[in-house]
């Protein structure tokens, strides 16, 4: 059972990267800011101070504008840091886009910022490869997301940031991924699960 599930998810990997490399780089930043001004409205936002999001690379929904948003109207904002070597992923606060520094993965993090632990973190937004409509989510393969938000606090708020195309009916899932309590896209806010 396992090995199925894990194929499929590999082949499913496969085929939603193939699938966002389709998306030419000008159609990627204007849907990046529908998604963006769509997050930023959202009514979960309201009473949270902190906010984990994470700096977008490749063909994913593009997310500078809204980390730049979210500092501006003074939420703390925390982005991952990978640590590769003992599989894992902490989140540290950002105090300026400036500051951030490529990562193990290319990928921009903060690793000087203040550590922010689990239990301080309001609400999440989460990368992924395609999200389905019951909330699961597929991410690179790695682990680290699904490891990390099993520490979370049970009300702290998971946001998925995809384009429409990466929805999918339903998802490969093993017992330990942890599911998002929305998903955000061009079209709207998907978060009937």
């Known amino acids: 059972m396992q090995s199925t599930i894990k194929k499929a998810k590999k082949e499913q990997r496969a085929a939603y990267q193939a699938q966002l490399k389709q998306i030419p780089l000008a159609e990627v930043h204007r849907r990046s800011a529908v998604i963006s001004s769509l997050a930023l409205a959202l009514p979960a936002l309201q009473n949270k101070q902190v906010i984990a999001a994470y700096s977008s690379f490749g ?17 703390v904002l925390a982005l991952p840091v990978v640590d590769q070597a003992n599989r894992k992923m902490e989140f540290r606060r950002v105090d300026s886009l400036e500051s951030l520094t490529p990562g193990v993965y290319g990928i921009l993090e903060p690793r000087n910022g203040q550590l922010c632990f689990p239990e301080e973190i309001d609400l999440f ?24 938000l099993a520490t979370i606090r049970p009300d702290a ?37």
């Open 157 to 193: 708020v998971k946001i998925g940031l995809a384009f429409q195309q990466q929805i999918a009916d339903v998802l490969p899932v093993d017992p330990h991924d942890i599911k998002v309590n929305a998903v955000i896209t061009e079209e709207g806010i998907i978060d009937q699960f």
């Open 59 to 75: 063909h994913e929904v593009v997310t500078q504008p809204l980390l730049a948003s979210l500092l501006t109207a003074g939420f």
């Open 125 to 148: 937004f989460i990368p992924g490869l395609a999200f389905d409509r019951q909330g699961n989510r597929l991410g690179r393969g790695g682990g680290y997301y699904d490891r990390y």
